[in-house]
C-alpha cells in the first residue's frame, strides 16, 4: 500500500528559484496538510485542505501557495525561495478534517535547503 | 497562545518503563494524540485520548486529564528499536494539531 507518496525525497535549491513539492495520497483521504518541521520545534502547519478544491491557511503560510484540484494530490509552492524556509517538508492526510478527530498519515517528507 | 511542553531529551534503560509528559494549553481541545518518530522518517500514530484516563495499546499507554491540560505516554518492557523521538499534539477548537518539539528517547543496554 502505498499511502502518501512525496517528491522529490530531497532538494538543493537556489534562493529566489521556484519549486513545487509534490503529493499524493491513494486512501481516499478527505484532509491533507502540508508541515514543516525544524529543529528544536514542534511541526507547524503550512497549508490544509479540509476537502477537494478548499484550501486554508496554517500557522506559517507566507511565501507558501496550494492548490487542491482533486482528493489524491496537494502540490505545495515556493514562488521565490528564501534561506529561511531551509526545513524538512511533510505531508500529511486524514480520513476527515474541520469536524472530525482522525489521526493524521504522513509521508516520508522532503529536504530542502535553500542556498 | 496556544502550547505544549514536553522534555527535550529522556533516557531509559533497555527492558524498563519510561514515562514520557506532556502539558498543553489551547484553545478549545478536541483531543491529544501521540506520534513516534524515527531519526530520518515520517511520524507515525501511536495513540489518541479525548476523554480522562488511561488508554493501553499493547506496550504503549496513553494517559490524559482534561482538567490538569496533562498527558504522558507510558512505554513498558522497552527495546533498542523504541528509541525514537515522541511528538504530543492537542487538537485545538478549529480541530487543527498543536505540536510539541517531541522527546527524544535514548535507550541504553
Known amino acids: 500500500t502505498a499511502g502518501i507518496t512525496q517528491a522529490p525525497t530531497s532538494q538543493i535549491l537556489a534562493a529566489g528559484r521556484s519549486m513545487t513539492l509534490r503529493c499524493t495520497q491513494d486512501m481516499r483521504h478527505n484532509a491533507m496538510y502540508w508541515y514543516r518541521q525544524d529543529l528544536g520545534l514542534g511541526l507547524r502547519l503550512i497549508h490544509y485542505s479540509n476537502t477537494a478544491g478548499t484550501t486554508g491557511k496554517g500557522e506559517v503560510p507566507d511565501g507558501y501557495s496550494v492548490s487542491r484540484a482533486n482528493t489524491d494530490d496537494f502540490p505545495l509552492t515556493l514562488a521565490s525561495a528564501v534561506p529561511s524556509q531551509t526545513s524538512v517538508y511533510f505531508c500529511?492526510?486524514?480520513?476527515?478534517?474541520?469536524?472530525?478527530?482522525?489521526?493524521?498519515?504522513f509521508g516520508d517528507g522532503t529536504r530542502l535547503s535553500i542556498l | 497562545g496556544q502550547n505544549i511542553d514536553q522534555p527535550t531529551e529522556m533516557t531509559a534503560t533497555e527492558g524498563a518503563i519510561v514515562q514520557i509528559n506532556c502539558t498543553y494549553q489551547?484553545?478549545?481541545?478536541?483531543?491529544l494524540f501521540w506520534y513516534q518518530q524515527h531519526a530520518g522518517e515520517a511520524p507515525t500514530f501511536l495513540s489518541y485520548?479525548?476523554l480522562d484516563g488511561l488508554e493501553e495499546k499493547g506496550r504503549f499507554s496513553s494517559f490524559l486529564s482534561r482538567s490538569k491540560g496533562y498527558s504522558y505516554l507510558l512505554l513498558k518492557e522497552l527495546q533498542m528499536k523504541d528509541s525514537a523521538s515522541y511528538l504530543c499534539?492537542?487538537?485545538?477548537?478549529?480541530?487543527?494539531?498543536?505540536w510539541g518539539a517531541g522527546t527524544k528517547l535514548i535507550i541504553k543496554p
Open positions: 499534539a492537542a487538537m485545538d477548537s478549529n480541530y487543527q494539531l498543536i
Open positions: 489551547t484553545s478549545g481541545f478536541n483531543g
Open positions: 485520548n479525548v
Open positions: 500529511a492526510s486524514s480520513m476527515t478534517g474541520g469536524n472530525g478527530n482522525q489521526p493524521q498519515h
